[in-house]
């Protein structure tokens, strides 16, 4: 497995009037045509073993059970069409003796569409409005801080910095991708995460605290990869 970066279409396929009518190999031998008619290749056609599985999978962005593909045992078919421009797309094929499932990835790089913000907008916000909403980049499915996020956590010590007295409450949320118990302990771990690194920049530990929220009190559309990165936030509660 080898992760790629683009948008994503997942899906299950089966026929109306049950499993009785379903064939897998038509499925899969309907797909092969159409894939290979506009140029697709087929580039791995085989069965995801154990050691495979859990090399990636804790590492492996959850993206909601409605189709996935990447299961101990699962036997997958990988096409790509290779396109001169506008990302190449990737397509997975599965299925068994009732349905099929059929993922589809056109590559293309992560855009950041969101700007950190500066110190002294987060002090005025939190001296005026008494909350800050943020969005702190960290790894993929992990705690850590990716550059990106460290330079919005070294603005908001500065901001602390800048007004002695503001203690914050740091407020960890995710979309609502995974189940509700890894949603939870991850915004947990991240609120820490960014609490543990406002510390090490010389922040007091009784100014912080900190608290997960999982996927609850959404601000976008979880429906959207738009509204899910809106979702994926860090709010300041002045205390």
Known sequence: MTPLEGKVWKTYVSVEGGYNRWSLPYFLKSYDEVITKVGGVRIFDGEINH????????????????????YTGGKIR???????????IYIQLTGNSASGKLNILQEESFKQTISIMKSDRIQKDLEEKGKVILYI??????TSLKPEGQKAVDEIAEALQGNKDLSIAIHGYIDNLGSDKHNQ?????????????????????SRLSSLGFGARNPVGNNDSEEGRAKNRRVELIKQ
Request: zero cysteines; glycine letters at 8%; proline letters at 0%.
């Open 51 to 70: 050691e495979e599985y859990e090399r990636y999978h804790n590492d492996a962005q959850y993206l909601g059970e409605d189709g996935s593909i990447g």
């Open 185 to 205: 302990e991850l915004s947990e771990d991240r609120a820490e995460s960014v609490l543990k690194a406002l510390v090490s920049s010389d922040i007091d530990r």
């Open 78 to 88: 990988v096409y790509v069409i290779r396109r001169m421009v506008g990302g190449d």
């Open 137 to 142: 980049n960290f790894d993929l499915n992990k």
